[in-house]
T-cell receptor
Framework: GAGVSQSPSNKVTEKGKDVELRCDPISGHTALYWYRQSLGQGLEFLIYFQGNSAPDKSGLPSDRFSAERTGGSVSTLTIQRTQQEDSAVYLC???????????FGPGTRLTVL | GESVGLHLPTLSVQEGDNSIINCAYSNSASDYFIWYKQESGKGPQFIIDIRSNMDKRQGQRVTVLLNKTVKHLSLQIAATQPGDSAVYFCAETPTGANSKLTFGKGITLSVRP
C-alpha cells in the first residue's frame, strides 16, 4: 500500500516568508508525528497528533511553528517568518496507534535564504 | 537531560562480514526501541523494533539485542551487503507517554566491496 507522502519535496524560501509543509499519512493510522532533521543531526521531535486528542506541541521550537491535522488525516506544518536556522529536512511519520512503529515519509527539505 | 547516543560515528566493514552497531540510552523509563536506516535523500526506514520485555529479536539478516541493565541496544547485520550502506539511528520511547521518539545522532555504515 501507499506509504507516508510529503509535499513539496524541496522548498526554497526567503527569510521572513511563511511556508506550509504537507503530510499525507498512511490510511488508517491514527498517530501522526512531525520531526526535524538538521544537517548531520538526529531527528528532533516537533509535534504529535493522536486521533481527536489535543496535540502534543512540546517539541515546537518557537511560536512561529504550528501544525494542524484536518479530519484525522492530512497534516500541515506551518512556519511563519522563516529564519535561516529553520533550514532542515522536515519529516512526517505515522503509526497505527501511538505505541507502534512509526513509518516515515521522504521529508521536505527546507532552505531559507 | 535524557538522550540516546551512539558510540561510534562511522563504521566501515567488508562486504560479507557481520556488522554490529551499538547504542546507549539514558532514559530508564524507555521500554520500546527501534532501529531505522536512512539512505541519502530519503526518510528513515524501519528495520526492527524490540520491547523491554525481550532481550533479543531477529529479523531477516538483522538482530537487535537489548540489555536493560546497562541501557544498551545493538543492531547486528549478518553478511553485510553494499545495499546496507546508510546511516543507522536508534530511537527509544516510553510507551506510557505519547510515544514521541528520541533519536541518536546516527552512525554511518560503509560497506567495502
Amino acid at each position: 500500500g501507499a506509504g507516508v507522502s510529503q509535499s513539496p519535496s524541496n522548498k526554497v524560501t526567503e527569510k521572513g516568508k511563511d511556508v506550509e509543509l504537507r503530510c499525507d499519512p498512511i490510511s488508517g493510522h491514527t498517530a501522526l508525528y512531525w520531526y526535524r532533521q538538521s544537517l548531520g543531526q538526529g531527528l528532533e521531535f516537533l509535534i504529535y497528533f493522536q486521533g481527536n486528542s489535543a496535540p502534543d506541541k512540546s517539541g515546537l521550537p518557537s511560536d512561529r511553528f504550528s501544525a494542524e491535522r484536518t479530519g484525522g488525516s492530512v497534516s500541515t506544518l506551518t512556519i511563519q517568518r522563516t529564519q535561516q536556522e529553520d533550514s532542515a529536512v522536515y519529516l512526517c511519520a505515522s503509526s497505527f496507534r501511538r505505541d507502534t512503529k512509526q513509518f516515515f515519509g521522504p521529508g521536505t527539505r527546507l532552505t531559507v535564504l | 537531560g535524557e538522550s540516546v547516543g551512539l558510540h561510534l560515528p562511522t563504521l566501515s566493514v567488508q562486504e560479507g562480514d557481520n556488522s554490529i552497531i551499538n547504542c546507549a540510552y539514558s532514559n530508564s523509563a524507555s521500554d520500546y526501541f527501534i532501529w531505522y536506516k536512512q539512505e541519502s535523500g530519503k526518510g528513515p526506514q524501519f528495520i526492527i523494533d524490540i520491547r523491554s520485555n525481550m532481550d533479543k529479536r531477529q529479523g531477516q539478516r538483522v538482530t537487535v539485542l537489548l540489555n536493560k541493565t546497562v541501557k544498551h541496544l545493538s543492531l547486528q547485520i549478518a553478511a553485510t551487503q553494499p545495499g546496507d550502506s546508510a546511516v543507522y539511528f536508534c530511537a527509544e520511547t516510553p510507551t506510557g507517554a505519547n510515544s514521541k521518539l528520541t533519536f541518536g545522532k546516527g552512525i554511518t555504515l560503509s560497506v567495502r566491496p
